[in-house]
């Protein structure tokens, strides 16, 4: 069966969404959850009370099973990338073997200049952004020895990374949406500003459409398939937290 995880203010909701015209929810965990991915028989999320990073084996979904939970973290950012779940602490970025999520093993830790706020994969490439505008770019192919590709300082209040080809996009906030020319890693630059919506502080990617979120909750939806004019398709009014990813 193919398995959603939800999470709000009332719980983490494991949904079974194998008719999508029916969905049927399994379970309900108690306690606010933000950001959940799932890996495997797995499901990883922050949970505020009890504040942390909670694990939970939903191989039987209608009883999830917490099996590991990781305290008084400072913030609610990470990733999982492939077997390794990616945890940031201020400026620094742990990377924990995901082989067993019963019992998580350190692998290795980064640091950088800024505190890190997002990251993004994609294949043997890591993004990092720090506040206003920094950006660090690692190639992770060999887990036991990163390699930084460069750093930079864009001067922007870039948010959320997103990426499609070689095109870099970052919610932006306060100059809407910001595309960035990535074809060569060592030198990327700026090459469209979107500037509505204003504040804008997710963006998704899906096919030749551009799904952005901005601090007033509306929600907008661009047609990239023109990459020289990008359209505004539809926009829509939200009022509960929403997350693209």
């Known amino acids: 069966e193919n398995i959603a995880v939800v999470t709000g203010i009332d719980g983490t909701h494991i949904i079974n969404i194998s008719d999508l015209r029916n969905p049927r929810r ?4 108690e306690g606010r959850g933000y950001k ?3 890996y495997g028989d797995y499901v990883i999320y922050y949970s505020t009370d009890p504040s942390g990073l909670s694990i939970f084996d939903i191989s039987n979904p209608e009883s999830p099973d917490l099996v590991n939970f990781i305290e008084n973290l400072p913030n609610r950012r990470f990733k999982v990338h ?16 995901l082989l067993d999520p ?3 093993e350190i692998l290795d830790e980064i640091r950088f200049d800024r505190n890190i ?11 990092f952004r720090g506040r206003d505008g ?3 770019i690692l190639d992770i192919a060999d887990v036991d020895r990163f390699e930084f590709v460069r750093d930079y300082d864009f001067q922007l209040p870039l948010r959320k990374i997103s990426k499609q080809g070689d095109l870099l996009f970052f919610a932006n906030d306060s100059r809407g949406l910001t595309i960035m020319d990535a074809s060569n890693l060592q030198d990327i630059n700026v090459i469209k500003l979107v500037a509505d919506p204003s504040k804008s502080r997710d963006v ?6 551009i799904t952005v979120l901005d601090r007033y909750r509306d929600f907008m939806i661009y047609d990239m ?7 505004l398709k539809n926009m829509v009014d939200v009022f509960e937290n929403v997350n693209l990813s």
């Open 204 to 209: 998704g990617i899906f096919g030749n459409f």
């Open 36 to 38: 959940p991915e799932i």
């Open 102 to 104: 019963t019992n998580l």
């Open 225 to 231: 398939s023109d990459s020289i004019g990008i359209e």
């Open 82 to 97: 492939n077997d390794e779940l990616f945890l940031t602490v201020d400026n620094i970025v742990q990377i924990y073997s």
């Open 117 to 127: 706020y997002d990251m993004y994969f994609e294949g043997e490439m890591a993004f």
């Open 134 to 136: 920094y950006l660090s």
């Open 26 to 29: 399994l379970s309900c965990i």
